[in-house]
């Protein structure tokens, strides 16, 4: 075979060279000195190139290594992108600016805007690594949508460039604060306004509005009904063994010390009622939680608590007491005042 070897053709003026094929095989077209296989240079457009079909099918780009291929194609106004010898579609950018990936159905949430559609055939996936290493992934399937977080790390959300909420690899969620000492903690600076807000948009009826369970067994719920809020705890006899009457109330009670005190932090002015607990964990021990002067691993106060509302059935059982002693001191001055009305009248 033949070869025609063309060092340079230049414009019919003899002005510059406008092609140019070097001794190694490179073609230049607008450069003298190409760099590639081929080096298209201009400086008159913005277009140095152009690959053109003259029907009105698709056209494509084949780029070809010696183990396979792909295709870049335009498909009316779109572009496409395919690989392997079958020109199997990959991806897809349409004129709108939409991306798809997987798919050539571009799904649009709302009109003129521009969107990113991931598309598998049992699963999609876009995976966020950091450093070659997997840091979190967005994941859709026919029954679910994942945003997930790999390994330990916390899945955090941000804004205003601070972050506003976090769930940690174990489940508990932080709102207003970076840390997470239980399943849920809210934290806020808030004046004059609320740090929760549950909202039942049902005007009728009753409903719990948080219920507390243990291993699925309800213990009791905030619940609301015609305007009213209650605290209630489960008192299912269902529930219950070993029921038996309260005795001693009055002498249970007697041994109580109701005082008036101000926390620290409130200061004198902020006077209240009420109890110290360790004094009655010392009369009712299930009506207090935690032990006395107890601390936490770093030194700070693990304040002691009472549920005021267990002190109820010592109370009522002392007050049916004090009835009973009423009732038979009445029924005896009954009798004393017949006695005497007898007397007087004999």
């Given at each position: 075979?033949s070869?025609?070897?063309?060092e340079?053709i230049r414009h019919?003026?003899g002005?510059?060279d406008?092609i140019s094929?070097?001794?190694?095989?490179?073609?230049?077209i607008?450069?003298?000195?190409?760099?590639?296989?081929f080096?298209?240079?201009?400086?008159?457009?913005n277009?140095?190139?152009?690959f053109?079909h003259?029907?009105s099918?698709?056209?494509?780009?084949?780029?070809?290594?010696?183990?396979?291929g792909?295709?870049?194609a335009?498909r009316?106004?779109d572009?496409?992108?395919h690989?392997s010898a079958g020109a199997t579609?990959?991806?897809?950018?349409d004129?709108s600016?939409?991306?798809g990936i997987?798919t050539?159905?571009?799904?649009?949430?709302?009109?003129?805007r521009?969107?990113?559609?991931i598309?598998?055939?049992?699963?999609a996936?876009?995976?966020?690594?950091?450093?070659?290493t997997?840091?979190?992934?967005l994941?859709?399937?026919?029954?679910e949508f994942?945003l997930?977080?790999?390994?330990?790390r916390p899945l955090?959300f941000?804004?205003?460039d601070a972050e506003?909420?976090r769930?940690s690899s174990?489940?508990a969620?932080?709102?207003g604060a970076?840390?997470s000492?239980?399943?849920?903690t809210?934290?806020?600076?808030v004046?004059?306004?609320?740090?929760?807000i549950?909202?039942?948009?049902r005007?009728t009826?009753?409903?719990a509005?948080?219920d507390?369970r243990?291993?699925?067994?309800?213990r009791?719920?905030?619940?609301?009904?015609t305007?009213n809020v209650s605290?209630?705890?489960?008192?299912?006899?269902?529930?219950?063994e070993?029921i038996r009457?309260l005795?001693?109330?009055?002498?249970?009670v007697?041994?109580?010390?109701p005082c008036?005190?101000?926390?620290?932090?409130?200061g004198p002015?902020d006077?209240l009622?009420?109890?110290?607990?360790?004094?009655?964990?010392e009369v009712v021990?299930?009506?207090?939680?935690?032990?006395?002067d107890?601390?936490?691993k770093?030194?700070s106060?693990?304040?002691?608590?009472?549920?005021q509302?267990?002190?109820v059935?010592?109370?009522?059982a002392?007050?049916q007491?004090a009835?009973?002693?009423?009732?038979t001191l009445?029924t005896?001055?009954?009798?004393?005042?017949a006695?005497?009305?007898?007397?007087?009248g004999?």
């Amino acid at each position: 075979m033949s070869r025609i070897k063309v060092e340079n053709i230049r414009h019919p003026d003899g002005t510059g060279d406008n092609i140019s094929l070097t001794d190694t095989g490179r073609v230049g077209i607008g450069a003298t000195s190409p760099i590639v296989p081929f080096h298209v240079l201009t400086s008159a457009t913005n277009t140095p190139g152009l690959f053109e079909h003259s029907g009105s099918v698709d056209s494509y780009l084949y780029l070809k290594n010696s183990t396979g291929g792909a295709y870049i194609a335009s498909r009316t106004d779109d572009l496409s992108f395919h690989t392997s010898a079958g020109a199997t579609e990959r991806a897809r950018i349409d004129s709108s600016g939409n991306l798809g990936i997987g798919t050539s159905s571009i799904n649009q949430t709302a009109s003129g805007r521009t969107v990113v559609g991931i598309n598998g055939s049992t699963s999609a996936i876009l995976n966020l690594n950091h450093g070659d290493t997997l840091a979190g992934f967005l994941y859709g399937a026919s029954t679910e949508f994942r945003l997930e977080a790999n390994g330990t790390r916390p899945l955090i959300f941000r804004g205003n460039d601070a972050e506003r909420m976090r769930i940690s690899s174990t489940g508990a969620v932080t709102i207003g604060a970076t840390g997470s000492p239980g399943s849920l903690t809210v934290v806020g600076d808030v004046n004059n306004n609320e740090l929760a807000i549950f909202n039942n948009l049902r005007t009728t009826g009753g409903y719990a509005e948080i219920d507390f369970r243990t291993a699925g067994t309800e213990r009791g719920n905030i619940r609301w009904e015609t305007g009213n809020v209650s605290y209630n705890t489960s008192s299912d006899y269902r529930l219950k063994e070993n029921i038996r009457a309260l005795t001693g109330g009055i002498e249970l009670v007697k041994q109580l010390r109701p005082c008036l005190f101000n926390f620290i932090e409130a200061g004198p002015e902020d006077t209240l009622g009420g109890f110290i607990a360790h004094e009655v964990q010392e009369v009712v021990d299930y009506a207090v939680s935690g032990q006395k002067d107890e601390v936490r691993k770093d030194g700070s106060i693990k304040p002691q608590s009472i549920d005021q509302s267990k002190l109820v059935p010592l109370l009522t059982a002392a007050l049916q007491e004090a009835i009973a002693k009423i009732e038979t001191l009445e029924t005896a001055n009954a009798s004393l005042e017949a006695r005497l009305t007898a007397l007087e009248g004999a």
